[in-house]
């Protein structure tokens, strides 16, 4: 089992800036693919980032490239978002997700992944 823990959304101007945490815990969490979902009401689930074991890795939504970094801790079981020119558009609960092993399109699709923290709330004011 692994648990999924996110924190640092909150309310900010366009343009502005916020990193999200996902702490992580349980046996071997240094042995999954983390990545970044982020979802709008009444909405599908979309793929922001996913960064590898070693953070040797890391892949982003087109949308959301030379915006958005994506990294990881294993020493604090920590993975990280940084969220740069944010854009009201970006409005939406980020959540955090754990995938043993992925490649190509199936790291994409949130119905891959094994492990979910509960969201947190992003919002992008113009």
């Known amino acids: 089992q692994v648990q999924l823990i996110e924190s640092g959304g909150g309310l900010v101007q366009a343009g502005g800036s916020l990193r999200l945490s996902c702490a992580a815990s349980?046996?071997?969490?240094?042995?999954?693919?983390l990545g970044w979902f982020r979802q709008v009401l009444g909405k599908e689930r979309e793929f922001v980032a996913i960064?590898?074991?070693?953070?040797?890795?890391?892949s982003y939504a087109d949308s959301m490239k030379g915006r958005f970094t994506i990294s990881r801790d294993n020493l604090k079981n920590t993975v990280y978002l940084q969220n740069d020119s944010l854009k009201p558009e970006d409005t939406a609960v980020y959540y955090c997700?754990?995938?043993?092993?992925?490649?190509?399109?199936?790291?994409?699709?949130?119905?891959?992944?094994?492990?979910w923290g509960q969201g947190t709330q992003v919002t992008v004011s113009s």
């Open positions: 960064i590898s074991w070693s953070a040797a890795t890391a």
């Open positions: 997700a754990a995938i043993r092993y992925c490649s190509g399109y199936e790291c994409y699709q949130s119905t891959k992944y094994q492990y």
């Open positions: 349980g046996r071997t969490v240094s042995d999954y693919y």
